[in-house]
């Protein structure tokens, strides 16, 4: 599965950094090929497939020192959104945090914080997060394996 999930979706930059990954246009994130599922607040959109050949998970939302899209880990996110997603079906986990605050929130979030419980979540795949506040239309960043 390729799975897009936010607690977000009508936010304006997680909006532009959502549609950077549906669009294929990051150098970061691979590129879905029309071919995801797009999880917000319980409703699922697939494309394609849905990434049946792929195994990657990709968060989008506001990250600050207190988490990501406001929720403190990674188990008070997935209740939100609503859709059983399953640590053993990924291999590669992005956590897209862009940054509504100061700069040091950016270097909290991804060394520390949020970003260790959901490594702890997915302990077999490798999980990435960014140091810094992720550019919402390039998702370039600092980023850093968990």
Known sequence: MFDIVTCEPEARVVEMAYN???HGTSRIV???????????????QTEGNGGNDRSTLVMVG???VNGLSGHGNWTAYQEQIGEG??????????IVACNT??????KLFGYRNWADTVKAAFPTATVWASATAVN??????????M
């Open 20 to 22: 950077t990954v549906i």
């Open 30 to 44: 691979p590129n879905p090929l029309n071919n995801y599922r797009f999880i917000a607040l319980g409703a699922t």
């Open 62 to 64: 506001h990250g600050d």
């Open 85 to 94: 997603i399953l640590a053993n079906e990924y291999t590669q986990v992005y």
């Open 101 to 106: 605050g100061a700069e040091e929130c950016g």
């Open 136 to 145: 919402a239309a390039t998702l370039e960043g600092t980023w850093q394996q």
